[in-house]
């Protein structure tokens, strides 16, 4: 016991530097690491959400306008609830899932590992997106969370901000996609041996449910960003309201809702 200690007090601990640790966490396909990526990355929206709150509340304080003008106010009252409901409250689903549901149902991790940090990026990058609406010229976008037709179009709503929310949600959304499919792959084919449907933890029933109710309502509002988008762009015209566009806008937006 004595060389045995005695040798591991010689030998030089192995350390990682810094840059080599980040690296390692920004490429993981780990399971438990990517649930603790989504979980910190959603609570740092949550946060900057929380600031803009505060800030609505701060204005709505006394009458007049106090510490922004009113297309701010609209601009920020956007991103809070968009940041709130898509940034926060989604992927906290995702890292939950992440974190807890492989562990519960005996599998080793999820069905397609890759694709999982993937989802991971494609939220990140759309919330960066939209979060980067803040620095252009124009501001972001001030027709609201739920961005009814035709206040979406690009004559009422100009500039870039609003362009970068469409987008950025998009991509987001395709994250979502695709963490809901390697779930339900996961919970319906990667269970341990003996761990049968009705033998699964509630909160994996949860995720099962929830990640089918995500296939069902996320494509809509997808394709529906990427039609505005091409309504803003291109001169398609679908949400126009002279087409009954505002009335579909609505329609696809809470079937998603």
Request: aromatic residues 14%; charged residues 10%.
């Amino acid at each position: 016991m004595g060389t045995d200690t005695a040798r591991a007090v010689g030998e030089p601990l192995e350390t990682r530097s810094p840059g080599r640790l980040v690296v390692d966490w920004l490429t993981t396909t780990d399971h438990k690491k990517i649930g603790h990526l989504y979980l910190i990355t959603s609570f740092a929206f949550f946060l900057a959400g929380g600031v803009m709150a505060l800030l609505m509340r701060a204005e709505l304080a006394r009458p007049g306008l106090q510490l922004m003008s009113e297309t701010q106010y609209n601009q920020l009252f956007t991103l809070h609830g968009t940041i709130m409901l898509l940034l926060f409250a989604t992927p906290t689903f995702a890292g939950f899932a992440n974190e807890i549901m492989p562990l519960q149902i005996g599998s080793p991790d999820v069905a397609f590992p890759r694709l999982n940090m993937l989802s991971y990026w494609l939220f990140l990058f759309g919330g960066l997106i939209v979060l980067s609406s803040l620095a252009v010229p124009s501001g972001p976008a001030d027709y609201g969370w739920f961005a009814y037709a035709p206040l979406n179009s690009r004559q009422h709503s100009p500039g870039l901000g609003p362009d970068l929310w469409i987008m950025g949600l998009a991509l987001a959304g395709f994250g979502t996609i695709l963490g809901a499919v390697n779930f339900l792959t996961t919970i319906l084919g990667m269970r341990a041996p003996g761990m049968t449907m009705f033998r699964m933890p509630i909160f994996t029933w949860n995720i099962l449910f929830t990640s089918i109710l995500v296939l069902m309502a996320f494509p809509p509002l997808a394709a529906a960003l990427l039609v505005l988008e091409a309504d803003r762009r291109f001169g398609s015209q679908v949400f126009e309201a002279a087409n009954g566009g505002a009335l579909l806008w609505q329609h696809l937006f809470w079937f998603f809702g």
